[in-house]
């Protein structure tokens, strides 16, 4: 297992998409600093072998996986940590808010690339304030 920045980067990226948090709660409730993230998802850093425990066993994503090449994590990982802390009211309550954009595209929405037209951006965002509750800015959807 070779733990490169060209295969850790991307894989940590597509998990913390996974959770549906933001790098903010995300590094907080893997317990480092965001800074450490942001280095990490800029390439800057490779993450140390303490930080990949610390998302391994926030995540319940191995560090073998984490380490594979083009890793996909469950599609349903956000679900499964909900109900892993649903009696720590300190992750609960992340993992309860509104979710980051990437996760409503990538594991709830789309499983595509249509964002191109404005009339199907402008239908997205109804459809997620009025099936999931969640109020987007729509820059965010834009961007």
Request: charged share 25%.
């Amino acid at each position: 297992m070779e733990l490169t920045i060209e295969i850790l980067r991307p894989n940590i990226i597509e998990v913390r998409d996974a959770t549906g948090l933001n790098q903010e709660y995300f590094s907080l409730l893997c317990e480092f600093s965001r800074a450490t993230l942001t280095n990490i998802e800029n390439g800057k850093s490779l993450p140390s072998v303490t930080t990949l425990n610390k998302i391994s066993q926030f995540t319940t994503v191995g560090i073998d996986k984490l380490a594979r090449k083009n890793y996909i994590p469950p599609l349903d990982l956000r679900e499964k940590l909900q109900k892993k802390y649903a009696n720590d009211l300190s992750k609960s309550v992340l993992l309860e808010d509104i979710p980051s954009v990437p996760y409503i595209l990538k594991y709830r929405l789309l499983r595509t690339n249509f964002l191109n037209e404005f009339r199907v951006r402008k239908e997205i965002l109804k459809y997620i304030e009025k099936n999931y509750g969640w109020s987007i800015n729509p820059n965010t959807l834009t961007t």
